[in-house]
């Protein structure tokens, strides 16, 4: 069974708003990993957070995680047409890597 | 090589045949993980290799399913009777060891059974 539950299933937004998406989980975890996935194939990894850390920034990426709250969020700044695509949170809890049911993300130029 | 090669990349079987998926991860990589991906869904894991042990294969949905990886390197996802509800994309994904950060994903094979 998957772990981790994606909100909102799917988002639109205007180029150059920022996209946020959210995921809970449901037990202890290790880390915190969130994915890309174009076009129903291969699955990019984007950003690490492991659980002893609240926030982490890559580029236009920012991901904060509240282990109180078995929840993390992913805001994308300042989107452009290429960032549509399907994002994923992954969590490690050990020897089991579960992928949420993602949020599908459509940016119109 | 350059990235995590899956073949092939498209499979229509019949109900009832038996089929073979094949992962080549990348070079050195000891870890392997195979997913399969529904239609509107996360991927859900299968099993995963320490290089050519199966050091978890809790996510295999029934005994139809087998994987092996006889050399650590190649793996090879094996599906017998084949059933409609086996119709998705396999995914699978390397990384360095257990526990790297980052794990390298395929492009996919998508399985149709008709």
């Known amino acids: 069974s998957q772990q981790g539950e994606e909100d909102p299933q799917a988002l639109s937004i205007q180029e150059g708003e920022n996209a946020t998406m959210n995921c809970s989980y449901k037990t202890s975890i290790n880390n915190l990993q969130w994915y890309r996935q174009n076009s129903g194939r291969g699955l990019v990894h984007l950003i690490l957070?492991?659980?002893?850390?609240r926030e982490k920034h890559s580029g236009r990426l920012r991901v904060t995680l509240d282990t109180s709250k078995k929840s993390s969020s992913l805001l994308i700044t300042a989107s452009r047409a290429a960032d549509t695509a399907s994002y994923f949170c992954a969590t490690d809890a050990g020897n089991q890597f579960y992928f949420g049911t993602g949020t599908s993300l459509t940016v119109i130029p | 090589g350059a990235g995590v090669s899956q073949t092939p990349s498209n499979k229509v079987t019949e109900k009832g045949k038996y089929v073979e998926l094949r992962c080549d991860p990348i070079?050195?990589?000891?870890?392997l993980y195979w997913y399969r991906q529904s239609l509107g869904q996360g991927p859900e894991f299968l099993i995963y290799?320490?290089?050519?042990?199966?050091?978890?294969d809790s996510g295999l949905p029934n005994d139809r399913f087998f994987a092996v990886r006889p050399e650590g390197s190649v793996s090879t996802l094996k599906i017998q009777r084949t059933e409609r509800g086996d119709s998705a994309v396999y995914l699978c994904?390397?990384?360095?060891?257990?526990?790297?950060?980052?794990?390298?994903f395929g492009p996919g094979t998508r399985l149709t059974v008709l």
């Open positions: 957070i492991r659980s002893n850390e």
């Open positions: 994904a390397s990384s360095p060891f257990r526990g790297a950060d980052t794990q390298y």
């Open positions: 290799f320490q290089g050519t042990g199966a050091a978890d």
């Open positions: 070079s050195g990589h000891t870890a």
